[in-house]
């Protein structure tokens, strides 16, 4: 039973990851439609930056933090502008292929700049005590990541739901040539949530690099992600949430009782749920789903 | 208010579909836009509103003027920001969000407490649409979805509204109702309309003037009472011809008849 409760309390928190890695490609595809195959190197690259700040110069975690999103918020405003912006108006499709285009290039910049060598961060964000649930322990950067994601997700539910710019978002994504006629300034829309995204990929970097190490290699952690959106619904925050999650805990506990019979199952069954819950639920759990009058 | 001078409009650099487009329109008027498929009337109202772009449509001569000042350069929302709303074809609407939010949506340039008047004034001329206020917009029906676009239109404050077709594919009698309301809201709200339409009938009856537009020129404008006594716009666009009349074998094919304002 113990062994259950850890499996299923770390399969929580590392979904919560998942969730936030998963948020940085709702937020574009909920704001611009845009299928960002990226968003896996975008958490890399943040991790990255927040590494420089703490472990290469030395200084204090916080800050490392706070200006390793701000840079990530200039990243993801750069690619914007230089690759994502000239497209406007094309198909869709076309931009994905861009992505996947992003997705080698980050990585060999990555390589360029840093090198092999992993890295680790040596402080948490901030310090909590390891969390004892009757012989379960979680461990503290567990905690902090788990926090972190929830905070973040209500954070951007609320902006998306309830502000007039997250209107104009969802809008824009709906259709953005109407928006245009109606006086929304359609890229700097895309602008705003590129930068959105490059800060909460960066978010998820960091945290899952303090719970691993980071090196050049990190941004397959985005093929992870691909399953969590698609089961959770492309354009839903809680979606990102709730199928992090659940792809984490059936992850680890196909990892804790199957691997001894199958080993490597574990890698598998985030896309074998995938694929159940596609057959009951195309658009994710709680996707938007396709509007068709008869 | 608004002056088309001559305009020339190119899409793809190859598609040569308006070939000097001359209209004008006088602040609280309302201009009846009409013609046959394909002659060019929804591409006048993109060079107007800065759509063309999206369609690889450029306009290579000739200027569009609001209130004196040229704008056939800037962009769309520049230009929607300066009260030229364009409602487009077909009833497009924000799929995905409910009706409030639609109009929400027209209104976004306005704070929280001007766009809670504009939705009781929307819902004032739509009563249906404050039924359907939480709904999905992609579920209504076709004739609410008009209404729909109508009101998130007037969300703007429009001092030019360009309609594009509004009674398509609507029954008939919601048809004299929108143009009812349309008529209300030119009239109170001094709004100038431009409404393109297939319904040659209806739209002469509630417009002041009208150009008649085919194959990317216009080819007659006058005041409405007038265009609707014209011979050819009779024949060729109301379908009346002479009834319980004899009638010669040549007069009745009408493609081989010329209209009066060819050569």
Same mark, same amino acid.
């Given at each position: ?294 | ?21 001359? +209209?004008?329109?006088?602040? =609280?008027?309302?201009? $009846?836009?009409?013609?046959?498929? /394909?002659?060019? @009337?929804?591409?006048? *109202? #993109?060079?107007?509103?800065?759509? +063309?772009?999206?369609?690889? =449509?450029?306009?290579? $001569?000739?200027?569009?003027?609001? /209130?004196?000042? @040229?704008?056939?350069? *800037? #962009? ?26 639609? *109009? ?160």
């Amino acid at each position: 039973m113990d062994y259950f409760l850890q499996l299923f309390l770390s399969g929580i928190c590392i979904g919560a990851v998942y969730g936030l890695g998963a948020i940085g490609f709702v937020i574009i595809y909920k704001s611009s439609g845009i299928f960002n195959l990226a968003h896996g190197e975008m958490m890399m690259v943040g991790a990255f930056f927040g590494v420089t700040f703490a472990n290469l110069l030395g200084w204090p975690m916080w800050l490392a933090f706070i200006l390793a999103l701000v840079l990530a918020a200039v990243t993801g405003f750069v690619i914007q502008f230089l690759v994502i912006r000239p497209l406007t108006g094309q198909s869709h499709f076309a931009v994905l292929m861009v992505t996947v285009g992003l997705m080698f290039i980050i990585k060999g910049g990555t390589l360029l700049v840093w090198g092999h060598e992993t890295y680790d961060f040596r402080e948490l964000l901030f310090q909590v005590e390891s969390l004892e649930i009757g012989e379960a322990i979680i461990a503290s950067e567990y905690i902090v990541g788990f926090i972190v994601s929830i905070v973040l997700f209500v954070l951007l539910w609320a902006y998306f739901s309830y502000t007039k710019n997250g209107l104009s978002m969802r809008a824009t994504a709906d259709d953005e040539e109407l928006a245009e006629s109606m006086g929304v300034r359609v890229r700097r829309i895309f602008g705003m949530s590129w930068i959105l995204a490059g800060v909460s990929s960066a978010v998820g970097g960091i945290i899952m690099g303090m719970m691993t190490t980071i090196d050049y290699n990190m941004g397959e952690v985005g093929l992870k992600v691909l399953p969590v959106v698609v089961f959770g619904g492309l354009e839903s925050f809680l979606g990102a949430i709730v199928g992090g999650i659940v792809v984490g805990v059936t992850g680890t506990l196909s990892g804790g009782y199957l691997d001894e019979y199958l080993t490597g199952f574990k890698e598998i069954t985030p896309y074998i749920l995938m694929l159940l819950v596609l057959l009951i639920k195309p658009f994710g759990l709680f996707g938007e789903k396709k509007i068709e009058r008869i | 208010m608004l002056v088309v001078n001559n305009i020339e409009v190119v899409y793809s650099e190859v598609i040569w579909v308006l070939r000097g487009v001359t +209209l004008e329109i006088a602040e =609280g008027s309302m201009v $009846a836009l009409l013609g046959a498929n /394909g002659a060019g @009337k929804t591409t006048t *109202l #993109k060079a107007i509103s800065g759509l +063309l772009w999206a369609e690889l =449509g450029k306009i290579t $001569a000739g200027s569009v003027e609001y /209130g004196g000042r @040229k704008i056939d350069r *800037l #962009k769309a929302e520049d230009i929607a920001r300066l009260g030229v709303i364009q409602v487009l074809e077909g009833h497009r609407l924000f799929e995905h969000l409910t009706t409030e939010e639609n *109009l929400r949506m027209g209104g976004h340039l306005f704070d929280g407490q001007a766009i809670k008047q504009k939705l009781d004034m929307v819902y004032g001329y739509f009563p249906r649409l404050r039924e359907r206020r939480g709904e999905i917009s992609g579920y209504l029906s076709g004739g609410e979805q008009q209404m729909l676009v109508i009101g998130r239109a007037l969300m703007s404050s429009p001092e030019l509204m360009m309609l594009d077709e509004p009674s398509l594919g609507l029954a008939p009698l919601l048809v004299l109702e929108i143009f009812d309301i349309v008529s209300d809201i030119n009239f109170e709200k001094q709004t100038a309309i431009l409404l393109v339409e297939q319904n040659a009938k209806a739209a002469l009856a509630i417009t002041d003037y009208g150009y008649i537009m085919e194959n990317g020129r216009v080819v007659l404008e006058g005041p409405s009472e007038k265009l609707v006594e014209n011979e050819d716009i009779k024949e060729f666009y109301l379908g009346l011809s002479q009834l319980g009349e004899r009638k010669s074998y040549r007069e009745i094919k009408h493609y081989k008849r010329r209209k009066r304002w060819l050569g």
